[in-house]
């Protein structure tokens, strides 16, 4: 079937993130690469709603590539959606195991990504995703530390890979810090999200145990009235300043150049690296606050995101401007000023989270916030200075708490007939 172009977005977007790797949308269900339910898709939402069936929406059928220069999951659009989890290769799962593990995994990524079924050794695809599209569903692998010293490929681990230094605002839980193999999953429909997840477990077999899992989520496609950058939980405007990918010197900050760098080796070409910190909000003491403390915390207007020198959401930062006081209207220690490039040598990642909210905690507070989700083509050039300044000085320090933190090298993109980290793993 010949691919429409991709429907855009507009409450999705964040600062402008391109969808250039969305290679189209698919029609109506019945249409090549959707799959209806056995009872067909018609039958059963008019069973249900006791109306017309509706075609399937922008929002199910736009697909993602999984083939590419780069992985999925990095330049997209936030999706509504997301589940985060990490794993540590089995004792005795070295290299042999790893590689089949990749190839198993991409496999499966490919056809999900695709809206498709997925059988696992012989078990019939579980169904919970028979009836919907893609539903912009992207997949993205990357490996920890720890991956290179149990499959024996220390010599290959990149050296931009170096554990994060410690903060001292970091309280980090182990058992949900780190881990030897991540998986990121997004997409715009909650059930074709756990569809993926649970396709890709049953990938795993006796390889790896899984170490952590958290769930996220971002603002539903059609949410909005116009295009919009998303809010967190704290109910600021978050996103407005990332880099573009229409930017001249994206690719350089983002991406792994080709034939790799110092700090990174071929196999890395294409790649990215990613921080992930669960970062709790304490909500209660946020809430506490009144806006316009809330506001010079950040440098910006809650209701618009516009930064407090004035204009609107994109206006630049005039972070020499003074207010009639004589004081500087984005104050000295406000999150957007301490952590700009302007004022970090240049600094620079693309931040691309979901929030969470798990409940409450034994202390009764609630246990929420962002996991933050960096990407940059070195660590020390994006993340580890920029935490550096927000540990000393940040405004917005004494409303958060950093609970979980790793960082995983995430290979470039598959070419056609390879898995994701062959290069690594058979180069
Ligand atoms: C080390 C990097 C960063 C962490 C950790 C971080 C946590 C964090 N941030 C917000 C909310 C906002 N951040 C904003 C801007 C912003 N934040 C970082 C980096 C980290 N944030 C950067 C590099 C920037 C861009 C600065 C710039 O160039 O202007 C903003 C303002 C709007 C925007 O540009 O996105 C908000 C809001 C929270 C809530 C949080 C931890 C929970
Ligand atoms: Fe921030």
Redesign the pocket.
Known sequence: MAETPPVPAPDNET?GLTRRRLIGTVGAAGATGLVVGAAGGAATTALVRDEPPTPLSAVGSTRVGFRGPHQAGIVEPLQAHGQLVAFDLAPGAGAKEAAALLRRWSAAAEKLMAGEPVTSGGAPDTGIALDAGPSSLTVTFGFGAGFFDRTKLTDRRPAALAPLPEFSNDALESGRSGGDLWVQIGADDALVVVHALRALRREVGDAARQRWQMAGFNRARGATDRPR?TR???G???????PAPADEDFDGHVFVPRGGDSRSPAWMEGGSYA?V?R?R?LLEKWDEQSTARQEAV???RKSD?APLSGGQERTP?DLEKQNGEGELAIPFDA???V????T?GG???L?RPFSYHDGIREDGAEDA??L?I?WQADPQKG?VP??RK?DRGDA?SRF?R?EASALFAVPGGPGEGEYVGQRLLEG
Do not use: K
């Open positions: 600062s950058t967190n939980l704290m600021q405007v978050d996103g407005t300043n990332n921080v910190r970062i909000m950040i440098g910006r995101g930062m999150h957007a000023r952590s700009a490039p302007e970090s600094a620079t990642m931040r916030g962002l933050f960096a993340f920029v935490q927000l917005l958060i950093h």
